[in-house]
């Protein structure tokens, strides 16, 4: 089956700790996007990948990093560094950088 | 980032009604996207728009790219209970720019 797995579905951590998000996509896609969804907002972009080794900042960068080791793999961290890390955050993939996004179903992280 | 307004922001119909919405920009796009999104899921795609004046159909929905390009519109027909959800418009300005998301409309249909 094609497509873009998030894990895990939700997840808790206490406050001051950094916690990963997974994301793989198995659609052979060279783009690669986290964005953060709060309640009653669209989505904002945190960072994105056009190739493996490369990713940009997105509008809401600070208190996260990403990885892009693999093609497949596109690992979020989100560290004691953000203010407001409780949110719903979606992992997206895409053919290339003009293409329509394809997403997984989303982690909900909720900091304690 | 670039703002692009969604309206209605929430919507309550009744079964079997025509829905329209909308999404607005002060600025050029030359591509738009329609997603929906179900309950702490991820959105899924639409219809993505690429030409200005573009009318395209999914089924029971139809989006246009508007004339000015500053515009789409995404309109549901005879709405079922299924048609629950958030619908997002995306849109993209240029070659190489990346997609930005309007705030929603929240549609809840009523049996």
């Known amino acids: 089956d094609g497509g873009i797995t998030q894990s895990p579905k939700y997840l808790f951590r206490k406050e001051g700790q950094n916690v990963t998000l997974s994301c793989e996509q198995n659609?052979?896609?060279?783009?690669m996007y986290w964005y953060r969804q709060d309640p009653g907002q669209g989505l904002r972009l945190i960072y994105y990948?056009?190739?493996?080794?490369?990713?940009q900042k997105g509008d809401i960068a600070e208190g996260y990093s990403v990885s892009r080791e693999k093609k497949e793999s596109f690992p979020l961290t989100v560290t004691s560094a953000q203010k407001n890390p409780t949110a719903f955050y979606l992992c997206?993939?895409?053919?290339?950088?003009?293409?329509?996004?394809?997403f997984g179903q989303g982690t909900r992280l909720t900091v304690v | 980032g670039q703002q692009l307004n969604q309206s209605p922001q929430s919507m309550f119909i009744q079964e079997g009604e025509d829905v329209s919405m909308n999404c607005t920009s002060s600025?050029?796009?030359?591509?738009w996207l329609w997603y929906k999104q179900d309950p702490g899921e991820g959105p899924v795609l639409l219809i993505a728009?690429?030409?200005?004046?573009e009318l395209t159909s999914n089924g029971r929905l139809t989006a246009q790219f508007g004339i000015t390009r500053k515009d789409s519109f995404l309109n549901i027909s005879a709405s079922i209970p299924s048609d629950v959800g958030i619908y997002f418009c995306?849109?993209?300005?240029?070659?190489?720019?990346?997609?930005?998301f309007g705030t929603g409309t929240s549609l809840t249909v009523i049996p």
């Open positions: 997206a993939s895409s053919i290339d950088r003009d293409s329509e996004a394809f």
């Open positions: 659609l052979n896609h060279d783009a």
């Open positions: 990948s056009q190739i493996v080794n490369d990713f």
């Open positions: 600025s050029i796009f030359n591509t």
């Open positions: 728009l690429y030409k200005a004046g």
């Open positions: 995306a849109g993209q300005r240029y070659t190489g720019n990346q997609f930005y």
